[in-house]
């Protein structure tokens, strides 16, 4: 008896560290975020939807708090082109980001690989088996663990990228959400949380 307590104990403490962290997303409105640039952000049906707008250019929803060391989970659902990331420990000036991407794109265009914007481009792609990893038009989980100098993305629970930078591990800044520029992009986006480490 005294076992199976032990193990109902160690169960709800490994289920309530899963379950601890933060919504970034309120499911509601944009609350905690701002946007940057003329692109469309907004939520319908406790979705956040992001559009390309009729500038079509660059644009970040970017939350108003920084953020160093965290787990981000959310999911996403890819419409039209579909050509988007999440920046990690970015500073953004009006539509020009310093920062690093984790790619969300359309097949063959390595979603889950890291992207540096306005400095060394592609740092590392998936490998080329894994493209098959993305469900295109369909609801996809993406994790995010940033610790350190450390950055592992996970789609749909499988590993995607590992990888250190002593750069990456120098910044902190800003989590944002992007529109790709060139129009025609839809983007869904939902359950976004995260747990600082």
Request: a negative charge; aromatic letters at 10%.
């Amino acid at each position: 008896m005294k076992k199976l307590s032990l193990i109902a104990i160690v169960l709800s403490i490994a289920f309530t560290g899963c379950q601890s962290g933060k919504k970034l997303f309120n499911g509601k409105n944009l609350d905690g975020w701002t946007i940057h640039g003329t692109e469309k952000w907004y939520v319908e049906d406790g979705l956040l939807i992001s559009e390309s707008g009729p500038d079509a250019k660059y644009g970040y929803l970017a939350t108003e708090d920084n953020y160093k060391n965290f787990e981000l989970s959310l999911e996403f659902k890819q419409e039209a082109d579909g050509n988007s990331g999440v920046f990690i420990r970015s500073e953004i000036d009006g539509t020009k980001i310093a920062g690093w991407q984790v790619e969300v794109a359309p097949p063959n265009l390595h979603t889950g690989g890291i992207y540096e914007s306005y400095g060394r481009g592609w740092l590392i792609k998936p490998a080329p088996e894994k493209e098959d990893v993305l469900k295109y038009g369909a609801w996809n989980t993406l994790k995010i663990k940033v610790q350190g100098d450390q950055v592992t993305s996970w789609l749909n629970g499988v590993e995607m990228v590992d990888f250190s930078d002593e750069k990456i591990g120098a910044a902190n800044g800003k989590i944002a959400l992007q529109i790709h520029d060139g129009g025609g992009i839809k983007v869904y986006w939902r359950n976004i949380k995260l747990k600082e480490l």
